[in-house]
């Protein structure tokens, strides 16, 4: 018998390799679960059409000859069958990675022997006491047969996640359940509660699962969506993003790396498809026909109906909504109709996020740079100085810097850095992979109690700051964004990258004309500064930002000040460069030769953690600034008359 689908509604740009498969070894559930929709009776005649192992076997081969590195194994309840150590072993044997779904009620010493296998296995925790526990599996004896697999693992040294799955008849013992499972292991995590409904139609068993989800509201306030990496998420899919926009599932195929296997070998494109039509038969078939011509003739065989796409498809909240045409048809079995309780929860979702962003993020910008700052304690009206203020805008540019703030005990003793390039207190620094790695320490000599650890990507672009205290973020008024010393430490490379660098110096608009007077400590710069600020527009009278932009050389106000606090966010083109003296006259000379002028630029340009490249790029922007912009020397007294002569420049 043959399996029938058109090769001419094949999606040509289906990837070649598959790398994650999925793969149900029964759906009979021992514990006979309220909420568990793939339950089949135990005595089903379907038992008998569960693949054997030697199919298993043969698929597991068969994918993996095509490039499947990774397996999920789950059901039901895998334990069931009585060969599942000899499945599990080959599958893991035979795999990178591995992740088993268990309700780990049947987890005997010899199981629990081969879990001690390196891999991910999750097993899910219904209630924190019997009473509640076997009440929900409606089976007497689970909770401790559960507490009893738990004992066996730990015995066995096997390491595993305990999976919290609420639903109204446990959710007064949430607390005590995610108490539970910080005793049981060390990792632990929120399971999804949506719960589709009946994969078979059993009203009974759909109106038994509707009774069991929690209202929307609890569902986003018990597993609080992670708000930065949900956007880098769509950012990544919005890239690749590409299919036919009237299809169902042209989205779905089009970014496949993985596959489904049900228990009878029937193989689709995610599990949650349970329509048969969405299914290919691998005992009629093989498992390259399935993956490069079934599964991509899928994309392009149902239409999005006119109605779905003007309501779903149109709707504000899309990208908040969890809804996909696999769920549509196990609720309402049609791929084309929208769900009423993913529209609640949708909007919760979204007013979650609204008030995140109130809370949690703020944008500052500088040198045409925005910095995003994320943080998962509230960021308030006094946690960052008075001098962010004229900084802080709305709304992110074109150019963005996102930095996360996380409040966490840092200890260093047992954690793989990568390979030391700086060592120097207070700050130690390390390239791991394409990372680098800043751990900012206390103490001097204190190598393993950080109070920051700092991990950049290659460019810089993005930051997540691991923070050893929440005090000083508590107390407010910091004096810089990332919380270390000085903002510098990451934008004078940030800079780097974009034809900029920090300068010693003061800085001013002049009649629409950017000036900026060069020295260090004691030059005079402030006393410039107090000059200037009658008559101009006073950038900073400490350090400055030169930058690049479209072929002209910009200053930029920055927040990092010395005496004078009121400063300018704004900028304007460089005009000249002064370097200051000290005089009893007020004078302006013209420097023509450029080594001399490299010579005093040099020492007043801000240096982070240097590297080749740094260096490299710096240096040539810092000729070409020498190339083309007017130095002079400017000799000055105390009067202020020197403005008189600035004018006239």
Known sequence: MQIKYSFSQKLTYFPQFPYEGSIDLTYRCNNNCRHCWLRIPVDSLKQG????????????????????????????????????????????????????????????????????????????????????YDHITRKPGSFEALMRGFRYLKEAGANFIVQVVPMKDNYHQFNEMVNLSRSLSKYYRIGASLFCLSAYGDSRVSQEIKRQRLPPAVLINLDKP???????????????????????????IKGARGFHVDAYGKMSFCGSIKDPRFRYDLRKGNFRDGWENFIPSLGLKYKIVEGHRNSCYSCSLRQDCQICPAFA??????????????????????????????????????????????????????????????FEVSKPGEDVIKIRHYFIPLDLKYTDLGREVYHKYPWNIYIKDTSWVYASVANAGDDEKPSQLAIFNQDYSHARILNNSKKVFLKGSLNSLTLFQSDQILLAQVLAERQGF????????????????????????????????????????????????????????????????????????????????????????????????????????????VTIDWWSKSLALLESVIATIPCYELYFNKNGNIVELLEEL
């Open 49 to 132: 059409e569960e693949l054997s192992v030697t199919e298993i076997i043969k698929i597991v081969d068969e994918a993996r000859s095509m490039g499947c590195r990774k397996w999920t194994i789950s059901g039901g309840e895998p334990m069931l069958r009585p060969d599942f150590c000899e499945i599990f072993d080959y599958l893991a044997t035979h795999s990178i990675l591995y992740s088993l779904n268990t309700n780990g009620t049947l987890i005997t010493p010899e199981i629990a022997k081969i879990l001690r296998r390196k891999g991910e296995k999750i097993i899910s925790l219904y209630g924190a006491t019997s009473k509640v």
């Open 329 to 390: 048809y196990l609720e309402r079995r049609s791929f084309n109709k929208k769900i009423g309780y993913l529209c609640a929860v949708a909007k919760e979702k979204n007013r979650f996020k609204e008030n995140w962003w109130r809370m949690h993020r703020r944008y500052y910008k500088i040198a045409d740079i925005t910095i995003q700052v994320d943080s998962e304690l509230p960021i308030n009206k006094d946690t960052f100085s008075y001098k962010f203020k004229q």
């Open 226 to 252: 992670d708000i930065c990496y949900e956007e880098e998420m769509q950012k990544e899919n919005s890239d690749v993003r590409c299919g036919n926009d009237n299809y169902n599932f042209s989205h779905c």
């Open 502 to 609: 920090y300068l010693h110096s003061c800085g001013a608009i002049l009649k629409g004309k950017g000036l900026l007077f060069v020295g260090h400590s004691g030059s005079g710069k402030s006393t410039m500064a107090y000059f200037l600020k009658k008559k101009s527009e006073l950038l900073c009278d400490d350090r400055m930002i030169v930058r690049k932009r479209e072929g002209i050389f910009r200053i930029y106000g920055t927040w990092s000040h010395g005496d004078i606090s009121n400063v300018s966010a704004n900028s304007a083109p460089l005009k000249a460069i002064l370097f200051l003296n000290k005089s009893e006259k007020n004078y302006i000379n013209t420097l023509q030769d450029k080594n001399i002028i490299a010579r005093k630029l040099l020492p007043c340009l801000i240096r982070p953690f």
